[in-house]
């Protein structure tokens, strides 16, 4: 699937943010927060140019403000050689959340 084609529907929720913004600090007592909180509303699927520079900080603050970050592989890139990439997939995988991928998000939305 192209990421580029899967546009957000009308009762999506779209956060954009600029880089080197932490999410907490745009996030908590936030809209955004408060619906997530009040919908119950824990995991958050991430996609980013630069995952090693911007992404992988937003899902560590998103971690410790008690959401469950989903790093979306094959909806991200990395600036740098390939082994920033990867260093950044096995700090998902081992500390921070977890990986998945579009066609993963995509049936296990479907099933719900």
Same mark, same amino acid.
Request: hydrophobic share 40%.
């Given at each position: 699937? $192209? !990421?580029?084609?899967?546009?957000p529907? &009308?009762?999506?929720i779209?956060?954009? *943010?600029?880089? %080197?913004?932490?999410? %907490?600090? $745009? ?10 909180? *009040?919908?119950?509303i824990?995991?958050?699927?991430? &996609?980013c140019?630069?995952? $090693?520079i911007s992404?992988? &900080?937003?899902? *560590? ?15 991200v890139?990395?600036?740098?050689p ?6 950044t997939?096995?700090?998902?995988e081992?500390?921070?959340?977890? !990986?998945?991928d579009?066609? &993963? !998000?995509?049936?296990?939305l479907?099933?719900s």
């Open positions: 699937m $192209n !990421v580029l084609a899967a546009n529907e &009308s009762i999506d779209e956060l954009r *943010r600029r880089a %080197c913004l932490a999410v %907490c600090w $745009n996030l908590v007592g936030s809209n955004l927060y408060n619906y997530l909180k *009040r919908k119950h824990q995991f958050l699927f991430l &996609s140019i630069a995952t $090693n992404l992988e &900080s937003t899902g *560590r603050d998103a971690f410790f403000c008690e959401c469950w970050p989903r790093l979306v592989e094959d909806a890139n990395h600036a740098g390939d082994c920033f990439g990867e260093t997939k096995w700090n998902f081992n500390n921070v959340g977890r !990986v998945t579009i066609d &993963s !998000v995509l049936a296990n479907s099933a």
